[in-house]
Nanobody, 127 residues
Framework: QVQLVESGGGSVQAGGSLRLSCAASGYIRRSYCMGWFRQAPGKEREGVAAIDSDGTTWPADSGKGRFTISQDNAKNTLYLQMNNLKPEDTNMYYC?????????????????????WGQGTQVTVSS
């Protein structure tokens, strides 16, 4: 089982930046895909960006040009660099991993494809 712990959330003004981190512990394999999701109260969880087992990144349209997902395999850490933040980016952000099978690229931003989740970190952007 993989344990995921997010950090780096906080409150910023519009136009600011944050970098979220997700520390993974347990049995880690490079074949796992990982992703960042976000969820506002009363809304469904949506994919923000994902990275597949080959290291290819897949940003959602909502974050293209502003959000960058990356990973440091030596540190077992996943990152989400968020620039030019907007008030609509205010959400709880979650790190996720699929530890069971390879996920096709067109499913990487679907929450049902992931079986391990962190507890989330809150991001609040004020105007």
């Amino acid at each position: 089982q993989v344990q995921l712990v997010e950090s780096g959330g906080g409150s910023v003004q519009a136009g600011g930046s944050l970098r979220l981190s997700c520390a993974a512990s347990g049995y880690i394999r490079r074949s796992y895909c990982m992703g960042w999701f976000r969820q506002a109260p009363g809304k469904e969880r949506e994919g923000v960006a994902a990275i597949d087992s080959d290291g290819t990144t897949w940003p959602a349209d909502s974050g293209k040009g502003r959000f960058t997902i990356s990973q440091d395999n030596a540190k077992n850490t996943l990152y989400l660099q968020m620039n030019n933040l907007k008030p609509e980016d205010t959400n709880m952000y979650y790190c996720a991993a699929n530890t069971r099978y390879r996920v096709s690229w067109y499913r990487l931003l679907i929450q049902a494809q992931y079986n391990s989740w962190g507890q989330g970190t809150q991001v609040t952007v004020s105007s």
